[in-house]
């Protein structure tokens, strides 16, 4: 397996670097205090083609690979993963699904406006009662002539409040089980549609999470992605590529955490010396940074494992697994680097700190990652 980058990656990198840095690191604190919103960021970010890279060209992408993509995504991250869950979400949860599963009709009318970043796009999967357990969801949807009517409460929907375009999973056959799930592309404005809450979360604050209700919503037949009953399928294919994504995250604040690490134990002094000089932030900072370069190295493999084409639900997993507990860890140890300052909300480690957390819960716990990683390796 060959992880040399190819010039175009290389150029990549250093673009959006040097957009994040410039264009998201400055205002992240404010975004933070604020909840801000950062669409104006966003619409920058299009024009750098950063909302469908791994989207062909044909369909408003930019045509790179997933490799490219966490090149890209980690920078975005490090300047602030809440922006980077926006741009994750909707090319790993949104456009990704719609391009491997759409018709032509569905990706002329919804994949290129959402990889040209036109449009955006949410994920809406998780129930009160359905959260690890995506089959036990209670959302309907029931066939009437030409339209499905929906009806049923998603939570924690990434982007739900902002989004124009939501892939939505309904049960369509009580009876089948998990096959008698389908997936929806519902659009903002269609009657019977609305967001109803947007919750006030630890961090991740400048991207959105909303409940979003659906009464009596009437979808015309045109918008069922993929086949009836294909929804879990489909959600679960999504969700190996999402996975990706959350492991990049993890490790662009895992990273944002060791460059100030470091900054910080230069510029501290404590007994007449700079902290760095210290063994005990020296192993601190060697531990932390062998972690990152180990989780980006399993993140690497399930992108170039998805970019070749195979099976890469267990390399997806792990890399999900070891990155966001990785990222915790690494955090932790920001914090004890920076001491009591830390702890102060005017130091950027009290950010990633709170950032992080979230990342061992969503697009799979840590538990159900662990579950993943164990069915695959003990398949006959």
Not at 121 to 130: M, P, R, V, Y
Request: hydrophobic share 40%.
């Amino acid at each position: 397996m060959d992880f040399s980058l190819t010039e175009e990656q290389r150029l990549l990198k250093e673009t959006v670097r040097d957009f994040a840095q410039t264009e998201i690191k400055p205002f992240a604190l404010k975004w933070d205090k604020t909840g801000e919103f950062p669409s104006n960021v966003l619409k920058k970010a299009a024009q750098l083609g950063l909302m469908g890279i791994f989207i062909p060209t044909e369909y408003g992408g930019s045509g790179m690979d997933t490799v490219a993509y966490v090149l890209a995504l980690e920078e975005i991250c490090k300047a602030d993963a809440g922006v980077g869950v926006i741009v994750s979400v909707n090319n790993s949860l949104v456009c990704d699904p719609i391009f491997h599963f759409g018709t032509e009709e569905q990706k002329k009318r919804y994949l290129i406006p959402l990889a040209k970043g036109e449009m955006l796009g949410c994920f809406a999967l998780t129930e009160s009662g359905a959260g690890s357990d995506p089959a036990g969801m209670a959302t309907q949807a029931i066939k009437e002539n030409d339209c499905y009517v929906l009806n049923g409460t998603k939570l924690f929907a990434t982007n739900g409040a902002h989004a124009q375009v939501t892939i939505t999973f309904a049960v369509t056959d009580k009876g089948s089980g998990s096959k008698g799930i389908s997936a929806f592309i519902v659009e903002r404005g269609m009657p019977g549609f609305s967001v109803t809450k947007e919750e006030d979360k630890m961090g991740i604050r400048s991207s959105d999470t909303a409940e979003l209700v659906f009464e009596n919503c009437r979808i015309l037949k045109e918008n069922l992605l993929g086949k009836e009953g294909d929804g879990l399928k489909i959600a679960l294919a999504t969700l190996d590529g999402g996975r990706i994504g959350i492991a990049t995250q993890a490790i662009g604040i895992a990273q944002a955490c060791l460059e100030e690490s470091i900054k910080y134990s230069k510029e501290r002094t404590q007994f007449g010396e700079p902290i760095a000089n210290f063994q005990a932030i020296r192993w601190m900072l060697s531990d932390m940074s062998t972690e990152i370069e180990a989780a980006r190295m399993l993140t690497f493999k399930a992108a170039y494992l998805k970019d070749k084409g195979v099976r890469y639900s267990r390399e997806a997993s792990e890399a999900k697994l070891y990155a966001s507990e990785m990222a915790n860890r690494v955090a932790y140890k920001a914090v004890q680097v920076f001491g009591g300052y830390g702890y102060i909300k005017d130091y950027p480690v009290e950010k990633y700190y709170r950032d992080v957390r979230v990342t061992t819960l969503y697009e799979g716990t840590s538990e159900i990652q662990r579950l993943v990683i164990a069915r695959e390796l003990l398949k006959d």
